[in-house]
């Protein structure tokens, strides 16, 4: 059986960008939890995340710095915090869900879904770069890390 990898897609409207993964995980939810929430570790089996500071937990502020942007930092509010299925942070322009669905047999599917938009976004949308790679790279990277045990 081949897992399932679905590619990153972005449909842009006007006033907004939606991107979104998912992949199949061969690992129980709560190892893939623990590597969602555990802030430091991101660097160490993210090839996509620079650093994350503070703790991700409900109601708390953590500041991002992806490869896509090095030198910008994201702060970020932790928004939703439901063990282990479903994570969102973001700030006033979007926010990025994970979500953690139960597939029976040890397997899990994985979604990664950020939304970003607003009645200003047309005017700097040009200078956001493309999430696609870096959502799949993403997805591809936590489902290694998650399949070695943590």
């Known amino acids: 059986m081949t897992a399932t990898h679905t ?24 190892v893939v939890w623990a590597l969602l929430t555990a802030a430091a570790d991101y660097p160490k089996w993210s090839s996509t995340v620079v650093g994350i500071d503070g703790d991700i937990a409900l109601g708390n502020t953590i500041k991002l710095r992806s490869t896509l942007d090095p030198k910008r930092t994201f702060k970020l509010k932790v928004k939703e915090f439901s063990p282990p299925n479903r994570l969102v942070w973001g700030d006033a322009m979007g926010k990025r869900t994970y979500e953690l669905t139960d597939k029976g047999e040890g ?10 938009g607003g009645p200003v976004f047309p005017l700097f949308a040009h200078m956001i770069p493309s999430f696609d790679e870096s959502f799949d790279q993403f997805a591809t990277d936590l489902k290694r890390r998650a399949e070695q045990g943590a």
Do not use: C, G
């Not at 397997?107 to 950020?114: A, G, I, P, R």
């Open 107 to 116: 397997k899990l599917l994985f979604t990664m879904h950020e939304k970003i």
């Open 7 to 30: 590619k990153a897609t972005t449909i842009r409207n006007t006033f907004s960008r939606e991107t979104s993964v998912a992949i199949e995980i061969q690992a129980e939810a709560k």
